[in-house]
């Protein structure tokens, strides 16, 4: 199985913040269901993403990094710096597809961001049909970002999957100020 998770403004379909490297809002009840769906399986991220993630990695979780430019450990720790973890894998955009039909043989796999990674994916007909579940938790207010971060293709899910909504909460954002904002999880799937 291959799911893919995300947490987004879906008016404007904003995903995070360009200065910052930051989510778009950050609500603790959300990433504890982030942490539910990720747990235990094999987390695949942009480069930028991991670097985003705190220092160490995420726990009880299998980290696998999607970057050109990091081809060898020496590489990872210079690219990466403080944030190097051991048992990091790096594999490259061409050897994606691959990588996932024989990791996903054994293990449950997470398609965890950023906007390049996901994109990629709702373009790319071979890498989109190895999607499973797109998990879309989605706030209708906007925030204030002066650099954000979009993810356009998020639109067209719509009228390429069936949905579901499995989770309607309300939660404080505590990157816009602790703003009470109401939120749901959408699930996207074929058929
Ligand atoms: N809303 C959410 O749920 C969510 C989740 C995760 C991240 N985010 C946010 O998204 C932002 C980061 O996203 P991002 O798009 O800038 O970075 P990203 O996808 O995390 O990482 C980009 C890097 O990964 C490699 N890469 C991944 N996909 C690629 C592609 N299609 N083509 C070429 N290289 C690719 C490249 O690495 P090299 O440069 O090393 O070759 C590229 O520079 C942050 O604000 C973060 O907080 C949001």
Redesign the pocket.
């Known amino acids: 199985m291959v799911n893919m998770?995300?947490?987004?403004s879906y008016k404007e379909n904003i995903?995070?913040?360009?200065d910052?490297?930051?989510?778009?809002f950050n609500i603790r009840e959300d990433l504890q269901f982030f942490k539910e769906m990720t747990i235990g399986t094999t987390m695949i991220?942009?480069?930028?993403?991991?670097e985003?993630l705190p220092t160490g990695g995420l726990p009880k979780r299998k980290h696998v990094?999607?970057?050109?430019?990091?081809k060898t450990i020496e590489d990872a720790k210079e690219?990466l710096g403080e944030k190097y973890i051991e048992n990091l894998t790096f594999i490259?955009?061409d050897n994606l597809e691959e990588y996932i039909k024989d990791e996903t043989k054994t293990n449950k796999i997470s398609i965890?961001?950023?906007?390049?990674?996901?994109?990629?994916f709702l373009e790319d007909k071979n890498l989109f049909d190895l999607l499973s579940n797109v998990y879309a938790?989605e706030v209708e207010r906007i925030p204030e970002i002066k650099n954000p971060?979009r993810l356009v293709e998020h639109s067209n899910l719509t009228r390429k999957c069936s949905s579901e909504i499995v989770k309607i909460g309300q939660g404080k954002d505590r990157l816009d100020n602790n703003n009470l904002v109401d939120y749901k999880v959408v699930k996207y799937f074929k058929g």
């Open positions: 998770i995300y947490s987004i995903v995070g913040n360009k910052t490297n930051d989510l778009v991220m942009g480069r930028k993403t991991f985003s990094i999607v970057s050109n430019k990091i690219i490259n955009l965890i961001g950023g906007a390049m990674l996901y994109s990629h938790t971060v």
